[in-house]
């Protein structure tokens, strides 16, 4: 694959973002509230392993304390809502990741919903999803608010952007649509019923593609001068070894496109540092809570003058 002068890097943009967020951690951290994540890996996947060590590299460059914890495929339902119950009443520990994908006894939907609101850094608690409705996307899914930052990045205006998004999923393709409306933007949501995608993708300003087939977005599919952003990761065999491509023909589409995502090197970086800039987030809203709540406390008390 050949890097196009099109071509929206993710590198940068994350160390941006992780140079941020490493200046609001040591802060925060002078302050006396240093910021945790403890990430939970259930049985033994081996693609978790790369996910788990970017995410670990990530926390060391923004300062951020990073512990793994790896449980047997056969933990018990009820053991794993004790795990996340003493986790969201640690005071010091202010993130928590699950990785996914998990076994199938366990309901990941579940188990995301064990976790406390204000230390759900992956952004997917029900109460997380539902506030973007009402604009407030502080907490947004990592992947998807990695997407629609590096869609800011172009400088296109994304109020009345007319946006494509192909793939429905519930940490992906759904929190897009919810945070491009958030920004203004006109949305339509394509998935494996939608008849005619091309005459919907070919009338798109931007295209986000997050649908798990290499290269299935073809040239001849987008709008000259649109963006495109690949969210895919597929491993395909091809002149005799396995290679790492998108959703999205690269090298022919960045002929057509105006700004474009590469498979590596375009939304995965800033993924990680979105889950940094989330757990930043959590850390700051769990001090605001605490400080509130002893404020409150302080202010009942009733004060006797001592005896004469």
Not at 26 to 54: F, M
Not at 242 to 263: F, H, K, L, N
Not at 285 to 293: I, L, N, S, V
């Amino acid at each position: 694959m050949t890097t196009h002068h099109n071509a929206l890097l993710g590198k940068p943009v994350a160390e941006e973002i992780t140079a941020s967020v490493r200046k609001g951690v040591t802060e925060l951290a002078q302050k006396g509230w240093p910021v945790k994540l403890v990430s939970i890996t259930i049985g033994d996947v081996p693609a978790v392993s790369l996910y788990v060590r970017n995410q670990a590299r990530g926390a060391e460059k923004a300062g951020i304390t990073f512990e793994e914890r790896n449980l047997p495929a056969n933990v018990s339902r009820l053991e794993m809502t004790g795990i996340l119950s003493a986790l969201n009443t640690d005071p010091r520990v202010t993130g928590v990741i699950i990785q996914r994908p998990v076994p199938r006894h366990l309901d990941i939907r579940e188990l995301q919903t064990a976790i406390h609101p204000l230390k759900d850094v992956e952004g997917m608690h029900p109460a997380s999803i539902g506030n973007i409705v009402y604009r407030d996307t502080s907490l947004a899914p990592c992947t998807a608010a990695a997407s629609v930052e590096l869609l800011k990045r172009t400088g296109l205006r994304l109020e009345g952007l007319e946006v494509v998004v192909i793939g429905h999923s519930e940490i992906v393709g759904k929190p897009i649509a919810f945070l491009l409306m958030a920004e203004g933007a006109t949305v339509t949501v394509c998935h494996h019923m939608t008849r005619n995608l091309a005459v919907h993708s070919r009338a798109a300003d931007a295209i986000f593609v997050a649908v798990g087939k290499p290269r299935f977005i073809t040239a001849n599919m987008i709008k000259p001068g649109s963006a495109v952003i690949d969210i895919g990761i597929n491993q395909i065999e091809e002149g005799g070894k396995s290679i790492t491509v998108g959703d999205v023909d690269y090298d022919a589409c960045a002929e057509v496109a105006g700004w474009i995502t590469p498979v590596p090197g375009g939304v995965g970086p800033v993924t990680v540092s979105i889950l940094m800039r989330n757990a930043l987030t959590a850390a700051l809203a769990q001090k605001r809570y605490y400080d509130e709540a002893f404020a409150a406390k302080s202010s009942t008390l009733v004060h006797v003058a001592p005896a004469e």
